[in-house]
């Protein structure tokens, strides 16, 4: 079996990397294939408490890397999704600890035997960038609907084509479809028609991401959580289904959704 | 699937090597002993002038490029200009992952004055030429073209463009959607105005005008 290594990455920081990570990778789990999550961030690592696991941790990327341990060996499963794993990142070490061909080699040696491997890249274009998306097959570009983010993730497309990844998907996060009515956010065309990439999913503002994040359960098990929803979708269309961009429609306003309410009062 | 290391480009005046200067020396090394191979001395006895895309590369990459290409019976010109301070009329066309179009070299090539890039430049990269420079595609935000010549982009230009980069005053910007960040012909630099910038409705040509720089819709007169 060969799996598929897909790296996320965005240039710049906060824009929610390790969010998009945890939920794309809990959501495919959840559909079924076997998924493994490599926290590239080494020395500022995330991943591991988004998904409630920093606890587990035993071994580390680049105790896999420096040959101290096998990368299966390595691997922390996920406590309630099953077909979820995790190889955290090293918190005492930094980004030099690992080099392009060593992490190229992890990545090659877990995709053997996992359906997807995804990769949590760190922000930023130097070392840490190189060293995540040495492995991978495809990537994931995520920004906010924020110019300086638009022109970071412009930058990381360009950069990915020199790796050889051409044509990446982009995640919109963090929209605010009030903000956007009103013309004071760039909406999904602003962006796209500066990027000009597949669009692989619009994930709406959500506080649900701050308590899941807080709690370490990923957002996608909340079925009532409107970003959880849009990662479960964006898992889908990587699946190869055709999950038409729900979120990226209009979000009803307060006056359809009482008109809605009455009607299903009524009926 | 990576982008080539080396290419070879045939010339009137001799055969070009471009050096893809982001990767180390060793794979370039490598990768230029595969090509000559399987060439298999078909290049051999021609004169190859050196080129870099990308950063500066250190003097000791040249001599060891060199070294390959007289193993392999090939004769390397010596460079007409230092490559390792290329762009000295031009406003740091080397920044990085840049796509230099062969700056410093190209000067010595009767003929193709003109480069065709067919697609976009995303923020970072950078083209720089002795000649003309068409882009099928975007400038983005972010990155800069620089030509001595004139400058087109079927595409948005949103990018800063340096058209007649020698002193050319007659050099000229055209482009479907002309929304620089900033424009320079010959000596003479305008920005884009502050606030909003409206997308222009139809392809524009800016050029200079009594030693400034004014923009007008593009016409064949």
């Known amino acids: 079996m060969s799996g598929t290594v897909i790296v996320v990455t965005s240039g710049k920081g906060g824009v929610g990397k390790t969010t998009a990570t945890a939920s794309i990778g809990a959501a495919l789990a959840m559909m079924g294939p076997s998924v493994a999550l490599i926290d590239a961030d080494i020395g500022l690592r995330n991943l591991d408490l988004v998904l409630g696991l920093e606890g587990r941790i035993f071994h580390n990327l680049v105790d896999v890397v420096d040959g101290a341990v096998d990368a299966h060996k390595a691997l922390i499963r996920h406590k309630d999704i099953k077909n979820l794993s995790l190889l955290p990142a090293a918190q005492s070490r930094d980004k030099t600890a690992v080099t392009p061909e060593s992490m190229k080699a992890v990545a090659d040696e877990l995709k053997s035997t996992f359906d997807f491997v995804i990769i949590d890249c760190p922000a930023g274009i130097e070392q840490g960038f190189k060293n995540a998306v040495a492995g991978a097959e495809k990537a994931v570009v995520v920004t906010t609907p924020e110019m300086s983010a638009v022109r970071d993730a412009d930058r990381i497309i360009g950069m990915l084509e020199h790796e050889g990844i051409a044509d990446p998907w982009l995640i919109i996060n963090r929209i605010r479809f009030d903000m956007v009515k009103k013309h004071d956010m760039l909406d999904v065309n602003d962006v796209l028609e500066h990027l000009k990439i597949k669009l692989l999913g619009v994930i709406p503002d959500d506080e649900a991401i701050i308590v899941a994040t807080n709690k370490g359960v990923p957002v996608v098990v909340d079925e009532k959580s409107k970003a959880g929803r849009a990662f479960r979708d964006v898992a889908a269309r990587i699946m190869g289904e055709d999950v038409p961009m729900a979120a990226a429609a209009e979000e009803e306003d307060w006056f359809t959704r009482i008109i809605r309410w009455f009607a299903r009062a009524r009926g | ?221």
């Open chain 2, 1 to 221: 699937m990576k982008s080539q290391e080396v290419i070879f480009i045939g010339t009137r005046s001799g055969l070009r090597l471009i050096l893809d200067a982001e990767d180390n020396i060793e794979n370039l090394k490598r990768a230029l002993e595969r090509r000559l191979h399987e060439a298999g001395g078909f290049y051999s006895g021609a004169r190859v002038s050196v080129e870099t895309r990308g950063a500066v590369v250190p003097p000791e990459w040249i001599e060891e490029v060199r070294s390959v290409l007289e193993d392999h019976g090939l004769l390397m010109e010596e460079r007409s200009r230092d490559a390792a301070t290329p762009g000295d009329e031009a406003p740091d066309p080397e920044a990085n992952g840049s796509e230099r179009g062969g700056a410093g070299q190209a000067q010595s090539l009767p003929g193709a004055d003109t480069v065709m890039i067919r697609r976009s430049l995303r923020s970072g990269q950078s083209v720089s030429f002795d000649g003309n420079i068409v882009i099928m595609g975007d400038v983005n935000p972010g990155s800069e073209v620089c030509a001595t010549g004139d400058i087109l982009v079927f595409g948005s230009l949103r990018g800063v463009a340096y058209a007649g980069a020698n002193g050319r005053q007659d050099a000229r910007v055209v482009a479907l959607r002309l929304m620089p960040t900033q424009l320079r012909i010959a000596d003479r630099i305008a920005r884009s105005p502050d606030g909003e910038v409206q997308a222009p409705l139809s392809p524009e040509a800016a050029f200079l005008r009594d030693g400034a720089i004014v923009i007008e819709p593009w016409t064949t007169h």
